[in-house]
């Protein structure tokens, strides 16, 4: 089973940062922690990954917290198109949870 | 961007008989995974593989399923004997490098087969 935890759902107005979190409290000191998302039926599609340090690329920010035991996704302004499915992923056996559902409302 | 192709995107079988779903990863990867999606359910890992062999495989990864890389390019997931509640999205992952290295890779899945058994 999944290593993480993730709330089920949640929404976000359209141009708001979107913040989705993730607890991840039996993490390895060299495990990554990956995010990934669905939107619809398409296959998963990488976000960003961190081990420890915070992490920023074109999509989204990570933030870990310091004892590594959870971590936040954050899309700064998000769009309609971000609704999807956000995945939390920690470890080299890249096992999917539930993940977030995240709608994202105009 | 490279990309993972699958094919077909969609299979409609009868059950009983069998299917082989074919996915071409990104040509330097290393290590391919297979996911199956049953509908409205999450992505559940079913095997991975590295070095021409399972390197690991979930509980739902029976004697029904094998997987193969022919080639050298395609990698192949068969199902022997196909049962109605096969019927799932699945998805070809490849990854540059294996689990367990300092550095990690992402995934990259492809758009998945629908494989419908009637």
Known sequence: DAKTTQPPSMDCAEGRAA???????????????????QIHSQGPQYIIHGLKNNETNEMASLIITEDRKSSTLIL????????????????????FGAGTRLTVKP | EPEVT???????TQMGQE?????????????????RQILGQKVEFLVSFYNNEISEKSEIFDDQFSVERPDGSNFTLKIRSTKLEDS??????????PGGSTTN??????????????
């Open chain 2, 88 to 97: 799932a999205m699945y998805f070809c992952a490849s990854q540059l490098l």
């Open chain 1, 76 to 95: 700064p302004h998000a769009t309609l198109r971000d609704t999807a499915v956000y995945y939390c992923i920690v470890g080299y056996d890249m096992r």
């Open chain 2, 19 to 35: 299917v082989i779903l074919r996915c071409v990863p990104i040509s330097n990867h290393l290590y391919f995974y297979w996911y």
């Open chain 1, 19 to 37: 913040n989705l979190p993730c607890n991840h409290s039996t993490i390895s000191g060299n495990e990554y922690v990956y995010w990934y998302r």
């Open chain 2, 6 to 12: 699958q094919t077909p995107s969609h299979q409609v």
């Open chain 2, 105 to 118: 890779e992402k995934l990259f899945f492809g758009s998945g087969t629908q494989l419908s058994v009637l």
